[in-house]
C-alpha cells in the first residue's frame, strides 16, 4: 500500500555564526511534527539544512580571516552535530553550496526568466546586511533597519528584478482563498497589510560581492541570497529529478522571515509553474531571561549546554511547554527547572515509578493477566483516563497538525494527573493489604495501560523517555513497528506476563543549591 507522503521543513540557518536555542526550537518542533506523522504512518520527509552564501556570511568569513566556504565547513559541522544531540530525525541536510541545490536554482531561474520575469536594471535604495534584505527610505527607523535596529547600507548597483509587483492580486487573492496557509491568523493579517502598501519588484541579484550562485550569462551578478536559499526547499527534496514530496505540508519559520516566506516565495513559485506550500507557520521569539538574546550581552543560550546539564528530553519538551507555538517565549533556567520538576518529576516520572514500584512489590514485577468488565471501563473513564474518550485521538491529531504543542502536551498531562489522583484514590497498598486481589490487577492493569499509551503520545516530543517507559513497561519491538490507529487505544485486557523493569529515576528532580 503506498503511504500518504507529508513534507515538514524548517529554515536553513545562516552558517556567519553558531546555533544556539532559536534553531533548536525551530527545529525540535519540526522532528515533533515529522515523528508523530511517522507513527501515523505516514511517509515523511522532513529537510533542514544551513544558508551559506550572501554577503552576511562572506564579511563574517572575511572577519574570522577564512574563506566563506571554509567558514561554511566549519560551522555546518555544528549544526549537524547539535541536530544528532537533539535526536532530530530530519532525512535530508541541504547545504547551499551543494551542486545539487545550484542545479535546482538555475532551473528555476531559467523558468521565472522564460515566464518574462526577470528583467535588467539598477537597484538605488538601501540594504540591511544582517537580515540580507532590500528597504526603502520610509521603510528604515531612524536611519536603521527596523527589523534588527542596525545599520544600513546604501546600494546602487545593476541588478536584475523579478516583478513582484505583478503578483500583488495573485498573492491577495492566495492568501485570502487559503485561511491557515499564513499561521497563527495575526501573521496573515501582518503579510495581508504589508502587501495592501504595494509591492515594487525585487531586486534578485547583487554584483557588490562574489558569494553565491552566479546569475546564468552574466559572471558580474550573483543571485540575491534569499532568491537562491527559498529553492533549497526544492532542491533538498530532489527537485529537478524528483517531486514526490511538493509542495511541502508544513514549512516552520521564526516570525523574522515571515515576508520572505510568505510574499517573496509563493511569487517565485507561481512564476515557475510549481505548487505553493500548503502552511506556513512563522512561531515566536525567545528572550532570554527578559532581555534580547545578543552576543555583545552575552546571553545567547547555548543548547548544546542545557542539553548536557538538564537532559535532551527535558530541554525539547520545555521548549514545547512552555510557550505557545506562535507567541513570544522566555527562556530562563527557574522556569526550565519548574517545568522539569513539575511536569516530569513530580507528574509523569512520579506516575511511572509508583506503578512500577507497586507491581514490583505486590505482582513481583510480573504485569498480571486482566480482562476489565463494562463496569470497569465506565469507571477507568469516570476516574479521568481520557485516553478513553473518542475525541482524544482527535484533538490530539489536531492539535500537532495546527501546531499548537503546549495544548497538545497540556491534554496529555491531564490524564498523567488523573492517573496519579487514580492512585491515591483507589489506595492499591490498602487493596493489597486486604487482599483484594482483584481490585488491585484492576489498577495495576489501568496504570500499566495508561502508561503505555502515554508513552506512544509522548513519543514525538521526547522520544528517548518514551522508548524507556516502554522498555521498562516490558514491550519489545520497535516503534516503527507500532501499529497507531490500534496501539493508541485503551485495550480492555492484557494477556500478561511481561516483566517490567523499574530502573533510574526517568526525570530526576533538579535540586537547588
Ligand atoms: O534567517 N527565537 O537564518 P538564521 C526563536 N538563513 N527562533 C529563533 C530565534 C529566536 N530568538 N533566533 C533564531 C535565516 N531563530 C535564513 C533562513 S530559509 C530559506 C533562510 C530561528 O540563521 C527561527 O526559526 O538567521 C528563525 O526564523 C531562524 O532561526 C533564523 O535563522
Redesign the pocket.
Known amino acids: 500500500m503506498n503511504k500518504e507522503k507529508f513534507y515538514v521543513t524548517?529554515?536553513?540557518?545562516?552558517v556567519?555564526?553558531i546555533p544556539?536555542?532559536?534553531?533548536a526550537?525551530?527545529t525540535v518542533a519540526a522532528d515533533v511534527v515529522a515523528r508523530y506523522k511517522r507513527l501515523k504512518g505516514f511517509e515523511v520527509f522532513f529537510l533542514t539544512g544551513t544558508?551559506e552564501y550572501g554577503q552576511k556570511v562572506e564579511k563574517a568569513a572575511s572577519a574570522a580571516g577564512v574563506s566563506p566556504k571554509e567558514l561554511a565547513d566549519k560551522v555546518v559541522e555544528r549544526f549537524k552535530s547539535l541536530w544528532k544531540v537533539l535526536n532530530i530525525s530530519n532525512d535530508d541536510f541541504i547545504r547551499t553550496t551543494e551542486p545539487r541545490h545550484k542545479a535546482a536554482v538555475l532551473d528555476i531561474w531559467e523558468k521565472v526568466k522564460a515566464g518574462g520575469d526577470i528583467y535588467l536594471g539598477e537597484y538605488e535604495d538601501w540594504y540591511c546586511t544582517p537580515c540580507?534584505n532590500f528597504l526603502t527610505k520610509a521603510q528604515l527607523e531612524d536611519e536603521k533597519c527596523p527589523d534588527c535596529g542596525r545599520e544600513v547600507d546604501k546600494l546602487k548597483e545593476k541588478s536584475y528584478f523579478f516583478k513582484l509587483s505583478e503578483y500583488q492580486d495573485y498573492l491577495v487573492k492566495f492568501i485570502k482563498d487559503n485561511p491557515g496557509f499564513i499561521s497563527p491568523k495575526i501573521r496573515e493579517n501582518e503579510v495581508l497589510s504589508f502587501i495592501s502598501e504595494g509591492l515594487r519588484d525585487l531586486s534578485i541579484s547583487r554584483t557588490a560581492f562574489s558569494w553565491g550562485v552566479g546569475v546564468p550569462e552574466d559572471p558580474a551578478h550573483v543571485m540575491y541570497?534569499?532568491f537562491e536559499?527559498?529553492m533549497?526547499?526544492l532542491s533538498g527534496s530532489g527537485y529537478p529529478v524528483k517531486k514526490d514530496f511538493w509542495p511541502p505540508d508544513v514549512q516552520?519559520?521564526?516570525?523574522?522571515?515571515l515576508r520572505?516566506?510568505t510574499v517573496f516565495w509563493p511569487a517565485f513559485l507561481k512564476s515557475a509553474g510549481l505548487e505553493p506550500p500548503k502552511k506556513v507557520f512563522?512561531?515566536?521569539?525567545?528572550?532570554v531571561e527578559g532581555k534580547?538574546?545578543s552576543k555583545s550581552i552575552g546571553n545567547v543560550v547555548d543548547p548544546f549546554k542545557v542539553a548536557s546539564d538538564y537532559g535532551v528530553d527535558q530541554f525539547r519538551f520545555f521548549l514545547l511547554r512552555e510557550v505557545p507555538f506562535g507567541k513570544d517565549?522566555d527562556f530562563s533556567v527557574n522556569a526550565l527547572e519548574g517545568r522539569i520538576n513539575s511536569e516530569l518529576a513530580n507528574d509523569l516520572g512520579n506516575l511511572l515509578s509508583r506503578t512500577l514500584s507497586m507491581v514490583a512489590k505486590y505482582r513481583d514485577e510480573v504485569i498480571p493477566e486482566f480482562k476489565s468488565t463494562e463496569e470497569d471501563i465506565k469507571n477507568a473513564k469516570d476516574s479521568g483516563f481520557g485516553f478513553f474518550s473518542p475525541d482524544f485521538k482527535d484533538t490530539f491529531d489536531e492539535h500537532i497538525c495546527e501546531v499548537r504543542f503546549h495544548l497538545a502536551l497540556e491534554q496529555l498531562w491531564e490524564v498523567v494527573r488523573a492517573m496519579n489522583a487514580y492512585v491515591d484514590k483507589s489506595a492499591p497498598w490498602t487493596l493489597a493489604k486486604e487482599g483484594k486481589d482483584k481490585e488491585l490487577d484492576l489498577v495495576l492493569f489501568n496504570l500499566l495501560e495508561g502508561l503505555r499509551i502515554t508513552a506512544l503520545y509522548l513519543y514525538p516530543f521526547m522520544p528517548e523517555s518514551a522508548l524507556r517507559i516502554r522498555k521498562s513497561l516490558g514491550i519489545e519491538g520497535s516503534i516503527s513497528a507500532v501499529d497507531f490507529d490500534k496501539d493508541i487505544l485503551f485495550r480492555g485486557e492484557t494477556i500478561g506476563g511481561l516483566k517490567t523493569d523499574k530502573g533510574s529515576p526517568l526525570f530526576p528532580r533538579i535540586e537547588k543549591e
Open positions: 524548517t529554515p536553513i540557518y545562516y556567519n555564526d544556539h536555542i532559536g534553531h526550537y525551530t544558508d540580507e541570497v534569499w536559499a527559498l533549497n526547499y516552520l519559520i521564526g516570525k523574522d522571515i520572505f516566506h512563522a512561531h515566536g521569539w525567545w528572550t534580547k538574546m517565549g
